[in-house]
C-alpha cells in the first residue's frame, strides 16, 4: 500500500516523499487507519519494522483536525531511553515540518532548565523518559491535563527497566478520556495486564511472529575461547573490511575495555553506556553514523532504540543473560528493507545462554568454527569437569543468573535513582 492511500492530508504526504518513503510497512498499513479512527491500539512490531512513523504520521493528523487554538500539550510519547526519546522527536520533527506544531525533547542526563524554557513558550508534543518527566511535574513545569494521545513506544522495556511505578504516577495526571497506543516488539503476561488497565477496548495489531529474529538478518556463531574473543573481532573487522559495527557486551566496564583494546588494534572505536554523559553519548553515536567512528562498542539499555541506517553488521561479542535481548541486539541491523549480518563470539560458559536463544528462536543458529580461532578442548573439558553454569548467567561474568532472574520475574520492580537517570 502507498502512502497517498492512508487518507493523510498533503502536508504529512509532502514530508514522507521528502524522506523517500512512497510504500507502507506492514505495521504502518495496519496500524495508521485505525488510529486515524480513533482506535487504541496494541501493536506488536519490533525495531526496523516502521513503527515509529506508525504512530507519529496519524498523531500528527490528529493535531491538524483538532480546534483548540490555545497552544498545549495535546500528545505524549514515552520511551525507555534518552537515544530512543531524541530519534522519535527528530522523527516527529520531520514528518510535522510543514505543519505548525512544536515538539519538545524531555530526557535525562542534561539540564532541566531549557526544557522548562521551552515548555513555558507552548509545546504540542512531549516525547520523554519517564523519570525526567516526573521531575518537570514534580516542579509543576508540565502540564499534561490537555493530553488527547499518549503512545508508550517500546513499552516492554520501560518495564524491564522497573519504569511501571513512574509510568502509572504519570498515568494519573492523563485525562481519562484519551486515545492511547502501546507498541512493543513482545506481548509479555505484564505488557497485556497494563494494556487491559490503560487501553480502552485495544485493536491488537501483530506484524511480526512473537520473539522472532528479524528475517532478514543473517546470523552465524563462532565458538571460540573467551580469551581470544577480541583477537577474532579485530580479525573480523580488518579481514571482512567492515566499515561499520555494531558490538554488544553486558557491562559498562567491558564496553570501556573493549573499545580501547580496539583502539589499540587500530580500529577507531567508542562507547556508549548509562555511564557516559549525555554528550558524551550523542557524540559518540553521531560519529559512528557519520562514519568517523568504525564500531561502537554498546550496553544493551544505551543501545535500545538506536536508530542507525543500513548498519550492516551487530556483533554479540558477549550473550546476553536474558534471551530476548538477543531479538532487540539483531534488530539494530536489517532495517527498513535492509539487509544484516549478526556474528556471535560464543565461548564454552555461554553455551546455555546460547541454548536459551535457540528455543526462543524455535531453530538452530549455523555455528562456524574460523581457521586459527578454534576452541581449546582442553577449556571444554575443564568447563565440562566443573560443571555447567547456573542457568541464567556463568558465574564468573558480572551481573549473573541471579539478576537475570530479577530482570525476568521482576519487570515492575522500582529503578534506583542512579538506573533511572542514566537511562
Same mark, same amino acid.
Given at each position: 500500500m502507498?502512502f497517498n492511500?492512508?487518507?493523510?492530508?498533503a502536508?504529512?504526504?509532502r514530508a514522507?516523499?521528502?524522506?523517500?518513503?512512497?510504500?507502507t510497512?506492514?505495521?504502518?498499513?495496519?496500524?495508521?487507519p485505525?488510529?486515524?479512527?480513533?482506535?487504541?491500539v496494541? @501493536?506488536?512490531?519490533?525495531t526496523?519494522?516502521?513503527?515509529t512513523a506508525?504512530?507519529?504520521l496519524?498523531?500528527?493528523?490528529?493535531?491538524?483536525t483538532?480546534?483548540s487554538? /490555545?497552544r +498545549?500539550v495535546?500528545?505524549?510519547?514515552?520511551?525507555?531511553?534518552?537515544e530512543?526519546?531524541?530519534?522519535?522527536?527528530d522523527?516527529? /520533527?520531520?514528518?510535522g515540518?510543514h505543519?505548525?506544531?512544536?515538539?519538545a525533547?524531555?530526557?535525562?542526563?542534561? *539540564?532541566?532548565?531549557?526544557?522548562?524554557?521551552?515548555?513555558?513558550r507552548?509545546v504540542d508534543v512531549?516525547?520523554?523518559?519517564?523519570g525526567?518527566l516526573l521531575?518537570h511535574l514534580?516542579?509543576?513545569?508540565?502540564?499534561? *491535563?490537555?493530553?488527547?494521545?499518549?503512545?508508550?513506544?517500546?513499552?516492554?522495556?520501560m518495564?524491564?527497566?522497573? =519504569?511501571?511505578r513512574?509510568?502509572?504516577k504519570?498515568?494519573a495526571?492523563?485525562?481519562?478520556?484519551?486515545?492511547?497506543?502501546?507498541f512493543s516488539a513482545t506481548?509479555s %503476561?505484564d505488557i497485556r +495486564?497494563?494494556?487491559?488497565?490503560?487501553?480502552?477496548?485495544p485493536v491488537?495489531?501483530?506484524?511480526?511472529?512473537?520473539n522472532t529474529?528479524?528475517?532478514?538478518?543473517?546470523?552465524v556463531?563462532?565458538?571460540?575461547?573467551r580469551?581470544?574473543?577480541?583477537?577474532?573481532?579485530?580479525h573480523?573487522? !580488518?579481514?571482512?573490511h567492515w566499515?561499520?559495527?555494531l558490538? =554488544?557486551?553486558?557491562?559498562?566496564?567491558g564496553?570501556?575495555r573493549?573499545?580501547?583494546?580496539?583502539n589499540?588494534d587500530?580500529?577507531v572505536s567508542?562507547?556508549?553506556? !548509562?555511564?557516559?554523559?549525555?554528550?558524551a553519548?550523542?557524540? @559518540?553515536?553521531? %560519529?559512528?553514523?557519520?562514519?568517523?567512528?568504525?564500531?561502537?562498542v554498546?550496553? %544493551?539499555?544505551?543501545?535500545?532504540?538506536?536508530?542507525i541506517?543500513?548498519l550492516?553488521?551487530?556483533?554479540n561479542y558477549?550473550l546476553?543473560?536474558v534471551?530476548?535481548?538477543?531479538v532487540h +541486539?539483531i534488530?539494530?541491523?536489517?532495517?527498513?528493507g535492509?539487509d544484516g549480518?549478526?556474528?556471535?563470539?560464543?565461548?564454552?560458559?555461554?553455551k546455555?545462554?546460547?541454548g536459551?536463544?535457540?528455543?526462543?528462536?524455535?531453530g538452530?543458529?549455523?555455528?562456524?568454527?574460523l581457521?586459527g =580461532?578454534e576452541?581449546?578442548?582442553?577449556?571444554?573439558a575443564?568447563?565440562?569437569?566443573?560443571?555447567?553454569p547456573?542457568?541464567g !548467567?556463568n558465574? !564468573?561474568a558480572?551481573?549473573?543468573?541471579?539478576q537475570?532472574?530479577q530482570?525476568?520475574?521482576s519487570?515492575?520492580?522500582?529503578?534506583?535513582?542512579?538506573?533511572?537517570?542514566?537511562?
Amino acid at each position: 500500500m502507498l502512502f497517498n492511500e492512508l487518507g493523510l492530508s498533503a502536508e504529512l504526504l509532502r514530508a514522507v516523499e521528502e524522506k523517500g518513503y512512497r510504500e507502507t510497512t506492514a505495521v504502518q498499513q495496519q496500524a495508521i487507519p485505525l488510529i486515524l479512527a480513533g482506535r487504541d491500539v496494541l @501493536a506488536g512490531a519490533q525495531t526496523g519494522t516502521g513503527k515509529t512513523a506508525a504512530f507519529a504520521l496519524p498523531l500528527l493528523a490528529h493535531l491538524q483536525t483538532s480546534t483548540s487554538n /490555545r497552544r +498545549r500539550v495535546r500528545a505524549l510519547v514515552l520511551t525507555p531511553t534518552r537515544e530512543l526519546a531524541a530519534q522519535v522527536a527528530d522523527s516527529v /520533527r520531520a514528518y510535522g515540518s510543514h505543519l505548525p506544531f512544536r515538539t519538545a525533547t524531555i530526557f535525562g542526563g542534561v *539540564s532541566i532548565n531549557p526544557q522548562i524554557d521551552k515548555l513555558r513558550r507552548g509545546v504540542d508534543v512531549i516525547v520523554a523518559t519517564p523519570g525526567r518527566l516526573l521531575d518537570h511535574l514534580g516542579q509543576k513545569t508540565v502540564d499534561l *491535563s490537555g493530553v488527547e494521545v499518549l503512545v508508550l513506544d517500546e513499552a516492554d522495556r520501560m518495564l524491564d527497566m522497573g =519504569f511501571i511505578r513512574d509510568m502509572r504516577k504519570i498515568f494519573a495526571v492523563l485525562p481519562r478520556q484519551r486515545q492511547t497506543l502501546m507498541f512493543s516488539a513482545t506481548f509479555s %503476561d505484564d505488557i497485556r +495486564r497494563l494494556a487491559a488497565d490503560q487501553l480502552d477496548d485495544p485493536v491488537a495489531v501483530q506484524v511480526t511472529p512473537r520473539n522472532t529474529a528479524v528475517e532478514r538478518v543473517s546470523q552465524v556463531v563462532h565458538p571460540v575461547d573467551r580469551a581470544r574473543k577480541r583477537e577474532l573481532l579485530s580479525h573480523l573487522i !580488518g579481514t571482512g573490511h567492515w566499515k561499520q559495527v555494531l558490538v =554488544f557486551t553486558r557491562t559498562k566496564h567491558g564496553a570501556n575495555r573493549l573499545a580501547q583494546q580496539l583502539n589499540d588494534d587500530g580500529i577507531v572505536s567508542s562507547a556508549i553506556h !548509562g555511564n557516559k554523559s549525555q554528550g558524551a553519548r550523542t557524540r @559518540a553515536l553521531a %560519529d559512528f553514523k557519520q562514519s568517523q567512528v568504525r564500531v561502537l562498542v554498546a550496553t %544493551d539499555i544505551a543501545a535500545r532504540g538506536l536508530d542507525i541506517e543500513r548498519l550492516p553488521h551487530v556483533v554479540n561479542y558477549e550473550l546476553p543473560h536474558v534471551a530476548e535481548d538477543y531479538v532487540h +541486539r539483531i534488530g539494530r541491523t536489517a532495517r527498513a528493507g535492509q539487509d544484516g549480518q549478526a556474528v556471535s563470539l560464543v565461548c564454552v560458559d555461554e553455551k546455555h545462554l546460547l541454548g536459551d536463544i535457540e528455543r526462543l528462536l524455535n531453530g538452530s543458529i549455523e555455528k562456524r568454527v574460523l581457521a586459527g =580461532f578454534e576452541p581449546d578442548p582442553r577449556i571444554k573439558a575443564e568447563a565440562l569437569q566443573k560443571g555447567r553454569p547456573a542457568r541464567g !548467567g556463568n558465574r !564468573g561474568a558480572p551481573g549473573g543468573s541471579r539478576q537475570a532472574r530479577q530482570r525476568k520475574s521482576s519487570p515492575g520492580r522500582r529503578p534506583s535513582r542512579r538506573q533511572r537517570t542514566t537511562a
